[in-house]
């Protein structure tokens, strides 16, 4: 587990986006160490957000601008 304050102004649905993408980067370090030893890798991630959960399922679409960077972020620690 993780845990962690990223600050007072912020909203649940950035909450959820900032602990994904955060999951990612950990995740994508890890990655590089399991393939390095040469064993397999496998991660499932689970979410409670119905925005940024449809939004990557590409249900919704990104209307709000901080939303959109942090959706782009995603995008671009894992291509979907």
Known sequence: YITGNIG??????????????????????????????????????????????NHILKKYKVKSGHISLLYNTVRNIYLF
């Not at 986006?17 to 370090?29: G, P, R």
């Not at 393939?35 to 940024?52: Q, W």
């Open 8 to 53: 007072k102004e912020c909203t649940n649905n950035t909450s959820e986006y900032m602990a994904l993408i955060i999951a990612m980067m950990v995740m994508d370090f890890i990655k590089l160490e399991e393939i390095k030893s040469e064993n397999n890798f496998n991660i499932n991630v689970y979410a409670d957000s119905e925005l940024m959960i």
